[in-house]
């Protein structure tokens, strides 16, 4: 009986770490630049507020960096479009939490800004 007992608690213990991990939206916004410009405005701007680009892929309009500094974020960018019309889209963690959308307006901004550098 104990050891039924003790198999049960234990079951019903392991049974509270198997949330699903909560998903926090994307922040998206439209450009009207090409999606390879979107994409490297995107990296110029991480780069600049210390980030670490470690993984980028144009054709997949794909960019990972990371925040070189502690507390380590780590940022997600994808860019669709076509032609002259683009959209971003950003999502960030920390030690596997997503952030919330909020902490990207910034970024959002700067991105907006440099790429209206270049016209």
Excluded: K
């Amino acid at each position: 009986m104990s050891r039924w007992l003790a198999m049960s608690l234990l079951a019903l213990l392991l049974t509270g770490c198997a949330a699903p991990a909560v998903q926090e939206p994307p922040r998206e916004l439209d450009f009207a630049y090409a999606p390879e410009a979107t994409l490297r405005a995107s990296a110029q701007v991480l780069m600049a507020n210390g980030y670490v680009v470690r993984h980028a892929d144009a054709e997949l309009g794909r960019l990972e960096a990371v925040f070189s500094r502690w507390p380590g974020y780590r940022v997600l960018v994808e860019v669709s479009g076509e032609g002259e019309q683009s959209r971003v889209s950003l999502t960030a963690s920390r030690g596997g939490r997503p952030l919330p959308p909020q902490t990207l307006d910034l970024l959002l901004v700067e991105m907006q800004e440099q790429l209206g550098m270049w016209r």
